[in-house]
Each structure stands twice: as structure tokens, then as C-alpha cells.
């Protein structure tokens, strides 16, 4: 199942624009960028839909700290490389291929960066979140 979820994000990924306009979603001044890979609705599940986020980090590359929609729970695995996150002001944790989390709704996202100097790293996130919000972070400062 999750290797059919991952063919499907890859296929929309060499189906989706470059950039993604205004959204707030494409960073690039850390390190990193962020394009959606996968929009919809959720049909049993009225006004939620699922959203993934394809996230590339140079070597080490950070996203700036942001919170979360409160509508978005979050499931995200390590692609390649690993990844250091830090949630809600907790422990610092590195996850490497292979390895999953989960965030709530609303939580903030502290450190979000590649664990190595030397080698590339890769996220895929996968929201759900209401079907009406625009935003899937949002820069602490903003």
C-alpha cells in the first residue's frame, strides 16, 4: 500500500508545475524546496482532502521554523538521507530513509533540516487537512 502511495506521489510529481506560486510552499533561501505532488479531496470525508509536499534539502539545508495549519495531520517519511525535526519545542530527533512521523494539528515546527553537510536529503509530507486552506505553513516570521 504505501509503495503504491509512493508510485502515485512520484507520478504526480513528474505531473506537477515547478513552482507553485504564492503559497507560501516553494523555499528556496535555506536550502530546500517544496513542491506539492498531490492534491485531493477526500470523496468519504466532506470538506478534508490530502495534500503531499515532496521536500528536498540540500546538504545542509533547514526550512525556517512554521507552524501547521490546525486543520493538518501530518504523516511524513524520510525519502533520503535523514532528517532532523524538532516539534512543539521538544527533543531534537533524527529520522532516516525509511523512517516515518506524524505531526498534530497546529504544531510548530521548530527545526525542520538535513542531519548532513555532505549529502542530500528527501521528505515526503502527507497532509489532510480542510479542503478550504491555502496555506500548509506558515514562517514564524511572517
Do not use: C, W
Amino acid at each position: 500500500m504505501i509503495r503504491t502511495f509512493l508510485s502515485t506521489a512520484a507520478l504526480a510529481l513528474a505531473l506537477a508545475p515547478g513552482a507553485l506560486g504564492h503559497d507560501g510552499l516553494t523555499h528556496n533561501a535555506g536550502g530546500e524546496r517544496v513542491r506539492l505532488v498531490y492534491d485531493h479531496p477526500l470523496p468519504n470525508v466532506p470538506g478534508k482532502s490530502m495534500r503531499a509536499v515532496l521536500v528536498d534539502y540540500a546538504p545542509g539545508g533547514t526550512s525556517p521554523a512554521h507552524t501547521h495549519p490546525k486543520s493538518a495531520f501530518i504523516y511524513a517519511t524520510v525519502l533520503e538521507g535523514a532528517i532532523q525535526s524538532q516539534v512543539n519545542g521538544g527533543p531534537v530527533e533524527t529520522y532516516r530513509a525509511g523512517e516515518s512521523f506524524s505531526e498534530y494539528p497546529g504544531d510548530r515546527h521548530g527545526v525542520s533540516r538535513n542531519a548532513s553537510t555532505s549529502a542530500p536529503a528527501r521528505l515526503l509530507a502527507v497532509f489532510v487537512v480542510d479542503t478550504a486552506e491555502t496555506e500548509l505553513t506558515t514562517d514564524d516570521e511572517r
